[in-house]
């Protein structure tokens, strides 16, 4: 709401329409799948700079597997050439360091348990990926359970090597078996 006061200063209680947020763009429900990709390129364009992607309950079907993920460009899933740095924290001991600077997939994180109550949530953030000029960036932060179970933080960045293209996709799949159920939500920000 606005309030203009007697000396004709504006105030709002509530920021204004179109001040910053989040735009959904596409959802993907997983039901026992090999792989799921969020993305393309009518939705990944240079409307917005920034995206988040938002996994929700990711539950393997496969006990102590690696969450992965690969991007897409001009169509193709691309199996070469990933650089990540992870870092991984589970509460009964210290942090522990990942990371590759030439592999065929990004982990993003390892040992997941499949039990009924567990399953890994995580959230990416994609710079710039319709731009041409740089290699694409991706942060993301996770939590979830591990096979122990214990409460397991996932922190990092991967971007893929190869060539400068626009990302139109990341494929999300498990190191063994499906992915039995979760949400994927991408969204444009504001």
Known sequence: AMAISSSGVVTF???PVGAGGLVLLQTVT??????VTVGSSSLFTTTYK???????????????VEFRCRVS????????????????HIHSSSFSNRGSNSDDHVNLAESLGNANDECHNMVLTIYNP???????LVN????????????????????????????????FFYSSGNISTGTFKLY???
């Open 13 to 15: 209680s509530q920021p």
């Open 130 to 136: 319709a731009e041409t000029t740089f290699k694409k």
């Open 73 to 88: 460009k001009g169509g193709s899933v691309l199996s070469a050439d990933y650089e990540y740095s992870r870092n991984q």
């Open 188 to 190: 444009g920000v504001v």
């Open 50 to 64: 920034v995206y988040e992607l938002h996994v929700i309950n990711a539950h393997p079907a496969t006990d102590s």
């Open 30 to 35: 997983a039901s026992d799948d090999a792989t």
């Open 140 to 171: 993301f932060t996770s939590a979830g359970v591990d096979l122990s179970p214990n409460i397991a933080n996932n922190n990092g960045v991967f971007g893929h090597e190869g060539n400068s293209a626009a990302i139109d996709g990341i494929q």
